[in-house]
């Protein structure tokens, strides 16, 4: 009897532990950035995101799709928008692009964009961007925020390293040294930290955090410099020259982003 009753302990042990393992395996991200020029390119693309895309991923139960356009448009002839959504395998990234491909109501809603004519297309260029989670943030969080959507600053964050092993030393500094803790101590509000595994620009990891307004973020900046929890693991011999340059794009969601 006691024989039995440890067999099974340890069985429900077993499962336990696997549904764990299972629940927290890192989700991949794909991002995409639509560059662009013109007022019209910009209504093409945001009638084709909001009547066709969305409402498909949607459907097919692909949530928290956030779409976000740069800051700088205002300003910059070079204008860019992105869509980003997580899936649970890279199976489901060309699982997505069938499905949307078999969607009729898909193609009937998003047909201007979809068969914009060559002299007047719907965008300059498109990249795509995919991104496995990092292994302690394995899925992507909807900020809570409670400022109206055209006032809140999304900040994203792309780091570059010399090679893949100092890459591989800037994800653990994230993970393991603590650095995505600080961000949470200090309420950072991340959606995801991700490395980026196919893209135009590797090694790369790539990540977001989100503010309520751009006196937000500066504070919160601010604070993290002041971090003593940051200038003791940024002072860390192992961790040294494990970046080599970062690019930072300021982003307001769209009023038809899922956040």
């Known amino acids: 009897m006691k024989t039995k009753i440890v067999l099974l302990a340890c069985l429900g042990l077993f499962f336990v532990t696997s549904s764990f393992s299972r629940n927290n395996k890192p989700e991949y991200y794909q991002l995409t950035v639509y560059k662009y020029k013109t007022a019209d390119q910009e209504k093409m693309i945001n009638a084709y995101l909001k009547n066709a895309l ?5 459907k097919m139960n692909v949530r928290d799709v956030g779409v976000f356009k740069a800051i ?30 078999a969607d009729r109501q898909y193609q009937q809603n ?6 914009a004519p060559y002299d007047a297309p719907a965008y300059d260029r498109m990249e ?28 994203l964050r792309s780091y570059q390293s010399t090679g893949e092993g100092y890459f591989k030393n800037k994800v653990h500094m994230f993970n393991e040294g603590g650095e995505m803790d600080i961000f949470k101590k200090l309420n950072f509000n991340a959606v995801f930290y991700g490395e980026v595994i196919a893209g135009s620009i590797m090694p790369n990891l790539m ?23 940051w200038k003791r693991l940024s002072s860390l011999p192992e961790y040294q020259h494990n970046m080599s340059h970062a690019d930072i794009t300021f982003l307001r969601p769209t009023d038809y982003s899922d956040y």
């Open 110 to 115: 998003g047909k201007d964009y979809i068969g």
């Open 128 to 155: 795509v961007i995919l991104m496995k989670a990092f292994s302690l943030a394995p899925a992507m969080k909807k900020p809570n925020l409670k400022s109206p959507k055209n006032e809140r600053v999304y900040e």
């Open 207 to 229: 990540y977001m955090t989100t503010f309520e307004n751009k006196a937000d973020r500066d504070a919160h900046w601010s604070a993290f410099g002041k971090d003593p929890d």
């Open 54 to 58: 969305l409402p498909a991923l949607h």
């Open 72 to 101: 700088a448009n205002d300003t910059a002839s070079q204008k860019m928008m992105y869509v980003f959504f997580p899936v649970k395998s890279l199976n489901a990234v060309s699982e997505v692009a069938q499905k949307l491909a």
